[in-house]
């Protein structure tokens, strides 16, 4: 027995490698039980109306939860080289694929809704694809940029570097066509297309050239706009909203030209802001919110936030910002200390996907911005974003280990 204990390592699953950043497993756990409690919380008036069971999203999203937690102790304690490279390429290239069939699945397997198909249905349960292929996404750039452009010299022609980029574009492109048009997702293509641009600045790009493609990402979010006549409707009541406090620091001559017929306020953003408005400092009380008694829709998902800040006020969404951040903090701090580069970048993909992923939801559900649809990490109910940003976790949790194993090398040199 004393040989197996000393010769075998015998980790029992539940049990997190010694190495691994338990602090960033420990914040994630947390956001993940309030997630589970406010699914129970601000669904009820959603069973009423379904004639649910009492308990149906707590239930299924505890099962995520419970889930998602062993789904990040399995890839942490997996080495971050037999597991990284080969589920990224994975995520990648399978769930780019299953996006391009989609629209050809018969309807038995696909979920539609306003015309487009963006869930694959499993039983009971719906998938969206587009979650975790964000995650293979964020691997390829990585990788790919390592092969082919870190190494580059940053001072190039704006031509040469075009050109070096311009594959990049192009799958871009494609992944534009997929998601923005074919599953009408524009909130998801905003997400990758900052997470794209970004991470070229890291890959050793020039600020000149990076200036140049945020003019060229402008123009064509432009064109993605005025091509589907809904978006613009949806510009038009947002900046109708916010005009006249940006309007008033404006020469007249502009501010004229610039503004618009009044729209009706935007039914959800504006009950959101009374859910805000009604919080308060210490907020009503977990269960005794009113705002999602039928007014606001979708409320334990893409305004979850709302929510929370009703049911916990102020100091309670203090307390969800602090760890969220936390989170990023862990997340950034694992790429800045991590040597391999190929997973400095995924690691700062991944904390810039879940740091804009909060930004555009919580500018969204105040007005500061038109809203997107993107869930909040691990906090908004839904099987898919809760496992696809844990298997995320997971993978930073793996390549943490390595930041000892960096250090222990320089010592024994």
Known sequence: MNFIKNNIKLKPLFLLDNRVDFLLFILVS???LFSIVFSYSLSVYTVVYYDYNEFHFFIRQLLFGILSIFIMILLANIKSAKIVGNLGIFLFIFFLFIMLIMP???????TQSGGATRWIRLGILS?????FFKLGFIYFLSWSFYRRVIDKPKKMLWKDEMLLILPYFVTFLLIVFIVAFMQKDFGQVVLMGLVLLILLIFANRSIKFFFSLIA???FGFFILIISVPHRVQRIQS?????QDSILSFMPDILANKLRVDTFPEPYQVSHSLNAIYNGSIFGEGIGEGFIKMGFLSDIHTDFILSGIIEELGFLGFLFIIIIFFMIVWRIFSISARIKDPIYHLF???IGLMFIISFIINSYGITGIMPIK???VPFLSYGGSALISSCIAIGLVLSISKDIKNDYDDEVIK
């Open 30 to 32: 947390i956001l993940i």
């Open 127 to 131: 998938l969206s694809p587009i979650e």
């Open 347 to 349: 690691t700062l993909g």
């Open 238 to 242: 947002w900046w109708s909203m916010v």
């Open 373 to 375: 649809g993107i869930a």
């Open 104 to 110: 050809f699945l018969p309807s038995s397997l696909v």
């Open 216 to 218: 060229i990402s402008l």
